[in-house]
Structure formats: C-alpha cells, structure tokens
C-alpha cells in the first residue's frame, strides 16, 4: 500500500511538473532570477531618448507603451517566468516582473536610484516619489534589495490579495487545454499505481512458481541421484557351503 501511495505521487509530482513547465529550464532559471533579476541597462539604451524626465513619468510610459500588461501564460507558455530584458522588448508585452526588469534596466541606464521589491504575489520597483498602491507598499515586501544590500521583513499583505493575484495569473489565465491535462494528473497516478502493483504481484507469483519450482527439481535430483547410487550396488553374493 505504501509503494502504491509513493508511485501516485511521484508521479503526479512528475505530470504536474512537466504539464506546468513542458521546458523545466525556465522554472530553474527564473528561481534564479528572483534573486538576482537579468538587468541590462545597455538593452535599452535605444529607449532612452524618447522617455519623459521624471522616475514617475517613466514607470507610467513604461507600463503603457513598452510593456503593456500580459500574463506569462500568453507571453511566456507558462505560469511563472522571469525573463531577460531583451526577451521582453521583443515581445513587447509582459507582467509584473517584465516591466520589473524594463523599469530597473532603464533606471540604471539613467543613474536614477531605485530599490527592488518582492511580495508573495508581486515584484516592483520602488524609488523616490513613487505612489504607493494596494500591491505595490513597503510593507507589503517580504525582501527588499538597493544599493545598501538585502533586507527582509514580515510581509503584511492581506491573503486574500496574494490569492486572488496568484489565482488570475496561475490558474484563470491558464489555456483550458492546459487546465484539463492537469485534470488528468490524479486519476492517471492511480491507474499507474494500481499497474505497478499488479506488476508487482506478478513478479512476485513469478518468483514464487520459481522457486517452486527449483524446490521441485532439487527434491527430483536428489531422489534421482539417490536411485542411481542404490541401483549402481552391486549385490553380494551369497557363498554356499561345500557339500562333502
């Protein structure tokens, strides 16, 4: 029963994980990124003389002409990816941590000083000036990284905005196609499982037959080897007495 339990979930672990990230690369490398986001400030040097002065004006055109919003799901083929600068200008859309690593490429290009943000459902930069909004607060940071290292705090995001984030790019922007394999992910463990099972115990029938078997051939041998030594005796023979 346990074997059965450990094989449904490997491999529901294993379906979910490559119906999610059929690449799991992008999983991996966007882990990575988290920490230390792919900021080029020399990709978008050729943005630069068309921007407006202020950091606020900036983040405004930013999100309006260059990275219209997009979940990773339509950008990306999958539910969570931090891209490279260069991959964002040439889609020309993305989420949040696209117009994260656009905004912070462009500050640093323009020597504007800048703090990077991360909640549990939300990465954005912050900076002298900037509007606080209901995602987008100090305390809602659970790690902020500046120019004076990384700091982290206790998150004060309300649950019930983390899940209705992570719910609209996780799952309502996810293609139905998508969703339904995902589906399929439980009922086809437990088929594996109980295959796995049956195997088993058809080896283990295979093993006992054999052994049977070999029980069988032994005793045959041993009685055959027994007949052999008692036939090959030759009989004495019985000496008669002279009559006189």
């Known amino acids: ?21 059929p690449n799991p690369y992008r999983l991996g490398v966007s882990g990575a990124r988290i920490i230390n986001p792919a900021v080029n400030p ?9 921007l407006p002065e202020s950091p606020r004006e900036i983040e405004i055109y930013v999100l309006r002409e260059i990275v219209p919003y997009q979940y990773d799901w339509q950008s990306y083929g999958v539910p969570f990816y931090f891209p490279r600068v260069e991959e964002v200008l040439a889609r ?4 949040c941590k696209s117009r994260f690593v656009v905004l912070a490429s462009i500050f640093e290009a323009l020597d504007i000083p800048y ?16 509007v606080e909004t209901r995602l987008e607060s100090v305390e809602n940071a659970f790690l902020v990284q500046g120019d004076q290292g990384m700091s982290l705090q206790i998150p004060r995001e309300r649950l019930e905005d983390s899940f209705n984030t992570i719910k609209a790019g996780f799952w309502d922007a996810m293609p139905s196609h998508r969703q339904g394999l995902l589906f399929m992910g439980p009922p086809l463990s437990l088929i594996v499982a109980g295959l796995s099972t049956m195997k088993e115990k058809a ?12 029980r069988e051939a032994l005793t045959f041998s041993d009685q055959l ?3 052999l030594k008692e036939s090959s005796k030759v009989p004495e023979e019985k000496i008669q007495p002279n009559e006189v």
């Open 1 to 21: 029963m346990k074997k059965k339990i450990a094989v449904a979930i490997i491999f529901i672990s294993l379906w979910t994980l490559f119906v999610l990230y």
């Open 42 to 50: 020399k990709a978008v040097a050729h943005l630069l003389d068309e």
């Open 92 to 95: 020309g859309r993305g989420d």
């Open 115 to 130: 703090e990077k943000s991360f909640s549990l459902s939300h990465f954005w930069i912050t900076y002298e000036g900037k």
């Open 203 to 214: 080896r283990y029938g295979i093993r006992r037959k054999r052994k049977a078997f070999q």
């Open 225 to 227: 080897k027994a007949t």
